[in-house]
């Protein structure tokens, strides 16, 4: 990794921005006094990188870079690395609870100017910039940039990170990677040969008495083929004259099969008879019917001359009710005249009785005055004057003014009660009086309602002429409705006899259909011709031309078998030696040769099929030797391949080669480090490596040696 410009901006103690350019140069050195910023522009090479400073002892710890006066740190490092020149642009930023790394890139450059993202933010520049260099951030910050007062942390550093740093620097775990695929592939090698020592064994190659042996089927089974290829064509010109024969046979079969399904259907004999018995029957149900309408029809003209008997009912129930009307308001009026005199009678009585009371409320008066006045006849002193009248008394007064007094009052409560009664007689009588009038206004309303209903009525209003007169509408009601119930009957057995003519005539159609159909089907056979005059005579000669034609086919049969019986002896015995033939061979289960028949085509196949099988037997016997002896070359191959990977994986094991190599780098190291402090020492110090730590050689105190750390 080479630098090739650093620009730092608002970075410590950079508040300015500050550019570094270091194309052309091969050497450089930061000079200046305390806190001119030398640390600092390494800090800012290893932010760029990182996105962290190492001198802060916190990985995460980035608020130190950015200048007090500053919001944010901004850093850009441009350098080259395998001939490509990298972009690493960084920003801090001032927050609410410290700072944030809020820009850490990682960009490639292209040949024209144009960058390409390698890393967008601090986890991913870490990840690509290791894998850049090859350095982790603390590796980079123990052997490329040593922070002040950390000079001597690596000679201290521990055994094992010093050794781990070393092989990536030296890119020493190749050896190590060497050794895993060497071991890996030794380990391949067994499983390989484990696997084809198995198939060897799964695989045993054929003895030299197995090969003669499958030879020698090869030869049997191409004997036979040509035997059984000999009684294949006998068979085939056998069957070749028996096929005829069975054909004409199987034709015969057939035929009085055909023939022997003429048969008369059940019902034929009596379609012809029923059809011209529905016939009649239609013709009798047509006359019928024709005189019920005509009866129908008669009783309507009747009916419609006649008058309305809902007419007749409705008048004669209005005369009914005005004279019940008529009868009722003569018997209201006389109610009405009986009432007026009640009222005139009741009347006089309460006047009468009025009187009397009145009297009698006076004679009360009288009494009690009397009574009163009774009271001062104790003071009279005859010849004495009186209290009142200061006349001189007389006499003295002698009668019972107080018992006068209460016979007045008792009286008057009896004249006061008969009063009472015959007002509320008198009410009574005038009420009943007003309700006559009422009810008499009621029915002359009636009456003249009634009068107007029947005012359109012209018949006669006698009630005993419309009675009768409804009586004969009625009659000729019934009659209308008798006649229409007998028309409709006609109507009903009239369409059942059509029904059944139909139904016949769709019968007699569908067995002509079926007997044509059944002649047609015959063609071939030139059956009679029919003439459709009768159905029962044209079934009678097909069925008899049927007969006759099945007796001259089983004559015919008889014929064919004998011949049959005899090719099929002969059959018999070609299948029999095709049977043995196949059966020397082993190659038959019954289904080429057997009780079926013979199946030429099978049995050319399966002959095939063995002879094929010897032969791919004798190929896969001597491919089987073949095959094993490969076998056997390539587990020597593979063993010996074994070996040597083997061998080389436990050589380059961690503490083989690999620790070899890393030893004489660490000596190479040091020695070349030792050069450089004899120059820095005027030849006074050495350094040299222990087993776990580096040591310093002090020449002027006869060769002592020290640790690093003095």
Same mark, same amino acid.
């Given at each position: 990794m080479?630098?090739?410009?650093?620009?730092?901006?608002?970075?410590?103690?950079f508040?300015?921005?500050?550019v570094?350019?270091?194309?052309?140069?091969?050497l450089?050195?930061f000079?200046?006094?305390?806190?001119?910023?030398?640390?600092?522009?390494?800090?800012?090479?290893?932010f760029?990188?990182?996105?962290?400073?190492?001198?802060?002892?916190?990985?995460?710890?980035?608020?130190p870079?950015?200048?007090?006066?500053s919001?944010?740190?901004?850093?850009?490092?441009?350098?080259?690395?395998?001939?490509?020149?990298?972009?690493?642009?960084?920003?801090?930023?001032?927050?609410?609870?410290?700072?944030?790394?809020?820009?850490?890139?990682?960009e490639?450059?292209?040949?024209?100017?144009?960058?390409?993202?390698?890393?967008?933010?601090?986890?991913?520049?870490?990840?690509?910039?290791?894998?850049?260099?090859?350095?982790?951030?603390?590796?980079?910050?123990?052997?490329?940039?040593?922070?002040?007062?950390?000079?001597?942390?690596?000679?201290?550093?521990?055994?094992?990170?010093?050794d781990?740093?070393?092989?990536?620097?030296?890119?020493?775990?190749v050896?190590?990677?060497?050794g895993?695929?060497?071991?890996?592939?030794?380990?391949k090698?067994?499983?390989?040969?484990?696997?084809?020592?198995e198939?060897?064994?799964a695989?045993?190659?054929p003895?030299?008495e197995?090969?003669?042996?499958?030879?020698r089927?090869v030869e049997?089974?191409?004997?036979?083929?040509?035997?059984?290829?000999?009684?294949l064509?006998?068979?085939?010109?056998?069957?070749?004259?028996?096929?005829?024969?069975?054909?004409?046979?199987?034709?015969?079969?057939?035929?009085?099969?055909?023939?022997?399904?003429?048969?008369?259907?059940?019902?034929?004999?009596d379609?012809?008879?029923?059809?011209?018995?529905? #016939? @009649? &029957?239609?013709? $009798?149900?047509?006359?019928?019917? /024709?005189?019920a309408? *005509?009866?129908?029809? %008669?009783?309507?003209? +009747?009916?419609?001359?006649?008058?309305?008997?809902?007419?007749?009912?409705?008048?004669?129930?209005?005369?009914?009710?005005?004279?019940?009307?008529?009868?009722k308001?003569?018997?209201?009026?006389?109610?009405?005249?009986?009432?007026?005199?009640?009222?005139?009678?009741?009347?006089?009585?309460?006047?009468d009785?009025?009187?009397?009371?009145?009297?009698?409320?006076?004679?009360?008066r009288?009494?009690?005055?009397?009574?009163?006045?009774a009271?001062?006849?104790a003071?009279?002193?005859?010849?004495?004057?009186?209290?009142?009248?200061?006349?001189?008394?007389?006499?003295?007064?002698?009668?019972?003014?107080?018992g006068?007094a #209460? @016979? &007045?009052?008792? $009286?008057?409560?009896?004249?006061? /009660?008969?009063s009472? *009664?015959?007002a509320? %007689?008198?009410?009574? +009588?005038?009420?009943?009086?007003e309700?006559?009038?009422?009810?008499?206004?009621r029915?002359?309303?009636?009456?003249?309602?009634?009068?107007?209903?029947?005012?359109?009525?012209?018949?006669?209003?006698?009630?005993?002429?419309?009675?009768s007169?409804?009586?004969?509408?009625?009659?000729?009601?019934?009659?209308?409705?008798?006649?229409?119930?007998?028309?409709?009957?006609?109507?009903?057995?009239?369409?059942?006899?059509?029904?059944?003519?139909?139904?016949?005539?769709?019968?007699l159609?569908a067995?002509?259909?079926?007997?044509?159909?059944?002649?047609?089907?015959?063609?071939?056979?030139?059956?009679?011709?029919?003439?459709?005059?009768s159905?029962?005579a044209?079934?009678?000669?097909?069925?008899?031309?049927?007969?006759?034609?099945?007796?001259?086919?089983?004559?015919?049969?008889i014929?064919?078998?004998?011949?049959?019986?005899?090719?099929?002896?002969?059959?018999?015995?070609?299948?029999?030696?095709?049977?043995?033939?196949?059966?020397?061979?082993?190659?038959?289960?019954?289904?080429?040769?057997?009780?079926?028949?013979v199946?030429?085509?099978?049995?050319?196949?399966?002959?095939?099929d063995?002879?094929?099988?010897?032969?791919?037997?004798?190929?896969?016997?001597a491919?089987?030797?073949?095959?094993?002896?490969?076998?056997?070359?390539?587990i020597?191959?593979?063993?010996?391949?074994?070996?040597?990977?083997?061998?080389?994986?436990?050589?380059l094991?961690?503490?083989?080669?690999?620790?070899w190599?890393?030893?004489?780098?660490?000596?190479?190291i040091?020695?070349?480090?030792?050069?450089?402090?004899?120059?820095l020492?005027?030849?006074?110090?050495?350094l040299?490596?222990?087993?776990?730590?580096?040591?310093?050689?002090?020449?002027?105190?006869a060769?002592?040696?020290?640790?690093?750390?003095?």
């Amino acid at each position: 990794m080479r630098p090739r410009r650093l620009e730092v901006d608002g970075f410590s103690t950079f508040r300015e921005r500050t550019v570094l350019d270091f194309d052309g140069l091969d050497l450089v050195a930061f000079t200046g006094a305390t806190g001119a910023g030398k640390s600092t522009l390494i800090d800012a090479i290893t932010f760029a990188l990182y996105g962290s400073v190492a001198r802060y002892d916190n990985a995460s710890r980035v608020a130190p870079v950015i200048h007090q006066l500053s919001n944010q740190a901004r850093v850009r490092l441009d350098f080259e690395a395998g001939g490509r020149t990298y972009p690493a642009p960084g920003v801090v930023g001032r927050g609410g609870r410290g700072a944030t790394t809020a820009e850490a890139r990682l960009e490639v450059a292209d040949g024209d100017g144009q960058t390409t993202v390698l890393a967008g933010e601090v986890g991913e520049l870490n990840d690509a910039v290791e894998q850049l260099l090859g350095l982790d951030f603390k590796q980079f910050t123990r052997t490329i940039v040593l922070p002040q007062g950390e000079f001597a942390a690596f000679l201290r550093d521990d055994p094992a990170n010093r050794d781990k740093l070393l092989q990536r620097l030296l890119d020493l775990g190749v050896y190590e990677r060497m050794g895993q695929l060497a071991r890996a592939r030794a380990k391949k090698s067994a499983n390989q040969i484990e696997i084809l020592a198995e198939q060897r064994r799964a695989s045993a190659p054929p003895t030299d008495e197995e090969l003669a042996d499958l030879g020698r089927r090869v030869e049997l089974v191409e004997a036979v083929r040509s035997t059984v290829e000999q009684a294949l064509d006998e068979l085939a010109t056998l069957d070749a004259a028996l096929d005829p024969l069975r054909a004409r046979v199987t034709e015969i079969d057939r035929t009085a099969e055909r023939l022997a399904e003429v048969e008369m259907p059940a019902g034929v004999a009596d379609l012809d008879d029923d059809r011209v018995a529905a #016939e @009649a &029957a239609v013709s $009798e149900a047509a006359a019928a019917l /024709a005189t019920a309408r *005509t009866t129908r029809d %008669r009783a309507l003209v +009747a009916l419609e001359a006649a008058p309305d008997r809902a007419e007749l009912v409705r008048a004669a129930s209005q005369i009914e009710q005005l004279a019940e009307a008529r009868v009722k308001i003569d018997g209201l009026r006389a109610s009405a005249g009986d009432a007026d005199r009640l009222v005139a009678e009741l009347t006089t009585e309460q006047a009468d009785v009025d009187s009397a009371l009145s009297r009698a409320e006076d004679a009360v008066r009288t009494a009690r005055l009397a009574a009163d006045a009774a009271g001062w006849t104790a003071a009279l002193v005859v010849g004495e004057p009186c209290p009142v009248c200061h006349r001189e008394v007389e006499t003295i007064p002698d009668h019972d003014a107080a018992g006068e007094a #209460e @016979a &007045a009052a008792a $009286e008057q409560q009896r004249l006061r /009660a008969e009063s009472k *009664t015959v007002a509320t %007689r008198l009410a009574r +009588a005038v009420g009943g009086r007003e309700a006559a009038a009422e009810e008499i206004e009621r029915q002359g309303e009636r009456i003249d309602l009634l009068e107007l209903q029947l005012s359109g009525f012209d018949g006669d209003r006698d009630l005993e002429s419309l009675a009768s007169t409804v009586e004969t509408v009625e009659a000729l009601e019934q009659a209308h409705r008798a006649a229409g119930a007998a028309a409709a009957e006609a109507e009903q057995v009239a369409a059942e006899a059509e029904d059944r003519r139909r139904r016949l005539d769709q019968s007699l159609a569908a067995m002509r259909a079926a007997l044509s159909s059944r002649r047609d089907a015959l063609a071939d056979l030139e059956p009679p011709t029919l003439d459709h005059r009768s159905l029962l005579a044209d079934h009678e000669l097909l069925q008899s031309w049927a007969a006759e034609r099945a007796e001259s086919l089983a004559a015919e049969r008889i014929e064919l078998a004998t011949e049959g019986k005899r090719m099929a002896a002969d059959r018999g015995r070609l299948a029999g030696t095709l049977a043995d033939a196949v059966a020397s061979v082993g190659i038959d289960d019954g289904a080429a040769v057997g009780s079926p028949g013979v199946d030429p085509g099978l049995v050319r196949s399966r002959l095939a099929d063995a002879l094929a099988d010897a032969r791919t037997a004798v190929a896969t016997a001597a491919d089987r030797r073949d095959r094993d002896a490969e076998l056997a070359a390539r587990i020597d191959q593979l063993d010996g391949d074994r070996l040597l990977n083997d061998a080389l994986g436990r050589h380059l094991r961690s503490g083989g080669f690999g620790s070899w190599l890393l030893a004489e780098a660490l000596d190479a190291i040091v020695a070349k480090a030792t050069v450089w402090l004899l120059q820095l020492s005027n030849d006074q110090y050495s350094l040299v490596a222990g087993d776990k730590h580096f040591a310093i050689i002090d020449h002027t105190n006869a060769d002592e040696t020290r640790d690093v750390r003095t």
